[in-house]
Nanobody
Protein backbone atom coordinates (compact mmCIF):
# COMPACT_ATOMS: atom_id res chain seq x y z
CA UNK A 1 0.00 0.00 0.00
CA UNK A 2 1.39 3.39 -1.02
CA UNK A 3 0.88 6.32 1.30
CA UNK A 4 1.44 10.01 0.69
CA UNK A 5 2.41 11.91 3.82
CA UNK A 6 2.40 15.71 3.83
CA UNK A 7 4.26 17.97 6.22
CA UNK A 8 5.27 21.59 6.58
CA UNK A 9 1.97 23.32 7.12
CA UNK A 10 1.38 25.79 9.91
CA UNK A 11 0.62 29.37 10.86
CA UNK A 12 2.49 32.18 9.14
CA UNK A 13 2.07 35.92 8.83
CA UNK A 14 1.11 37.50 5.55
CA UNK A 15 4.19 37.96 3.39
CA UNK A 16 5.93 35.00 4.96
CA UNK A 17 7.00 31.65 3.54
CA UNK A 18 6.35 27.98 4.08
CA UNK A 19 7.60 24.84 2.37
CA UNK A 20 5.32 21.85 2.12
CA UNK A 21 6.61 18.33 1.54
CA UNK A 22 4.80 15.21 0.41
CA UNK A 23 6.59 11.87 0.50
CA UNK A 24 5.34 8.63 -1.03
CA UNK A 25 6.13 5.47 0.89
CA UNK A 26 5.78 1.89 -0.22
CA UNK A 27 7.25 -0.27 -2.94
CA UNK A 28 6.55 -1.65 -6.39
CA UNK A 29 5.55 1.59 -8.03
CA UNK A 30 6.85 4.54 -9.99
CA UNK A 31 5.47 8.05 -9.89
CA UNK A 32 4.31 9.96 -12.94
CA UNK A 33 2.82 13.41 -12.36
CA UNK A 34 2.45 14.97 -8.94
CA UNK A 35 0.37 17.93 -7.86
CA UNK A 36 -0.72 20.17 -5.02
CA UNK A 37 -4.34 21.16 -4.45
CA UNK A 38 -5.96 23.25 -1.75
CA UNK A 39 -9.41 23.45 -0.27
CA UNK A 40 -11.27 25.92 1.89
CA UNK A 41 -14.28 24.57 3.84
CA UNK A 42 -17.39 24.87 1.71
CA UNK A 43 -15.43 25.30 -1.53
CA UNK A 44 -14.28 22.89 -4.19
CA UNK A 45 -10.72 21.57 -4.15
CA UNK A 46 -8.57 23.89 -6.26
CA UNK A 47 -5.52 22.92 -8.31
CA UNK A 48 -2.45 24.88 -7.20
CA UNK A 49 0.46 23.38 -9.16
CA UNK A 50 1.50 20.31 -11.11
CA UNK A 51 4.82 18.75 -12.05
CA UNK A 52 5.45 15.96 -14.52
CA UNK A 53 7.98 13.18 -14.17
CA UNK A 54 10.25 15.19 -16.46
CA UNK A 55 9.97 18.31 -14.33
CA UNK A 56 7.57 20.42 -16.39
CA UNK A 57 5.43 22.62 -14.17
CA UNK A 58 2.13 24.47 -14.28
CA UNK A 59 0.59 26.85 -11.79
CA UNK A 60 -2.75 28.38 -10.99
CA UNK A 61 -2.80 32.05 -11.92
CA UNK A 62 -3.37 32.98 -8.28
CA UNK A 63 0.01 31.57 -7.20
CA UNK A 64 2.23 32.22 -10.22
CA UNK A 65 5.40 34.00 -9.27
CA UNK A 66 4.94 33.19 -5.57
CA UNK A 67 4.83 29.38 -5.35
CA UNK A 68 7.30 26.86 -6.74
CA UNK A 69 6.65 23.15 -7.12
CA UNK A 70 9.59 20.77 -7.32
CA UNK A 71 10.29 17.08 -6.82
CA UNK A 72 13.06 14.75 -5.75
CA UNK A 73 12.51 11.52 -7.67
CA UNK A 74 15.10 9.64 -5.62
CA UNK A 75 13.09 10.41 -2.50
CA UNK A 76 9.62 10.08 -4.10
CA UNK A 77 8.89 13.52 -2.71
CA UNK A 78 7.21 16.62 -4.05
CA UNK A 79 7.63 20.06 -2.53
CA UNK A 80 5.71 23.32 -2.62
CA UNK A 81 7.71 26.42 -1.74
CA UNK A 82 5.25 29.19 -0.90
CA UNK A 83 6.55 32.74 -0.71
CA UNK A 84 4.70 36.02 -0.33
CA UNK A 85 1.80 34.29 1.37
CA UNK A 86 -1.54 36.06 1.38
CA UNK A 87 -4.59 35.70 3.60
CA UNK A 88 -6.43 34.03 0.72
CA UNK A 89 -3.82 31.25 0.62
CA UNK A 90 -5.28 29.90 3.87
CA UNK A 91 -6.54 26.39 3.16
CA UNK A 92 -5.88 22.70 3.65
CA UNK A 93 -3.25 21.68 1.12
CA UNK A 94 -3.31 18.20 -0.41
CA UNK A 95 -0.78 16.48 -2.61
CA UNK A 96 -1.55 13.79 -5.10
CA UNK A 97 0.52 11.45 -7.21
CA UNK A 98 -0.26 9.38 -10.28
CA UNK A 99 1.28 6.01 -9.52
CA UNK A 100 2.20 3.26 -11.96
CA UNK A 101 2.17 -0.38 -10.89
CA UNK A 102 3.28 -1.85 -14.20
CA UNK A 103 0.13 -1.88 -16.33
CA UNK A 104 -2.06 -0.46 -13.58
CA UNK A 105 -2.40 3.18 -12.58
CA UNK A 106 -3.73 4.72 -9.41
CA UNK A 107 -4.17 8.28 -8.18
CA UNK A 108 -3.27 8.61 -4.51
CA UNK A 109 -3.98 11.55 -2.22
CA UNK A 110 -2.33 12.69 0.96
CA UNK A 111 -4.25 13.45 4.14
CA UNK A 112 -3.82 17.21 3.89
CA UNK A 113 -1.91 19.82 5.86
CA UNK A 114 -3.36 23.08 7.15
CA UNK A 115 -1.84 26.38 6.08
CA UNK A 116 -3.09 29.45 7.89
CA UNK A 117 -1.96 32.94 6.91
CA UNK A 118 -2.62 35.68 9.46
CA UNK A 119 -2.58 39.45 9.10
Amino acid sequence: QVQLVESGGGLVQAGGSLRLSCAASGSGFSIDAMAWYRQVPGDQRELVATITSGGSTNYADSVKGRFTISRDNAKNTVYLQMNGLKLEDTAVYYCNALLSFGSRWKLNWGQGTQVTVSS
